[in-house]
Nanobody, 111 residues
Framework: QVQLVESGGGLVQPGGSLRLSCAAS????????MGWYRQAPGKQREFVAA???????AYADSLKGRFTISRDNVKNTGYLQMNSLKPEDTAVYYC?????WGQGTQVTVSS
C-alpha cells in the first residue's frame, strides 16, 4: 500500500519561506501527477499546485510567483517551496498522488 507523508510545515513569520515535502512509499511515484492542496479553518480544500509525471506544472492563479512545485522521482518525493508567505496562507497543506492523499502538514503564518 502506497503512503504519502508530508513534512516541513510549521510556524513562520509573514514574508518568510517554507519548503514542504511529500514522500511516497513504493515505486509508483514517478508515474503519477502530484498535487498540493490546502484547507484553511472553516474553508473548503483548495488547489495549490500540481506537477505531472513529466514535470509540467500548474498553479492556482493567486499563488503564481510565490509558490514553486517540484519533484524528485529518484527520491519519490515532491516539494512545495513557499516564499513571501502571508497570514492568509495559513492552512493544512495536503499532497495528493493520483487519488491518494497524505495526512497533511500545518502551516501557520503569524508574527
Amino acid at each position: 500500500q502506497v503512503q504519502l507523508v508530508e513534512s516541513g510545515g510549521g510556524l513562520v513569520q509573514p514574508g518568510g519561506s517554507l519548503r514542504l515535502s511529500c514522500a511516497a512509499s513504493g515505486s509508483i511515484f514517478s508515474s503519477y501527477r502530484m498535487g498540493w492542496y490546502r484547507q484553511a479553518p472553516g474553508k473548503q480544500r483548495e488547489f495549490v499546485a500540481a506537477i505531472t509525471a513529466s514535470g509540467t506544472t500548474a498553479y492556482a492563479d493567486s499563488l503564481k510567483g510565490r509558490f514553486t512545485i517540484s519533484r524528485d522521482n529518484v527520491k519519490n518525493t515532491g516539494y512545495l517551496q513557499m516564499n513571501s508567505l502571508k497570514p492568509e496562507d495559513t492552512a493544512v497543506y495536503y499532497c495528493k498522488l493520483s487519488t491518494l492523499w497524505g495526512q497533511g502538514t500545518q502551516v501557520t503564518v503569524s508574527s
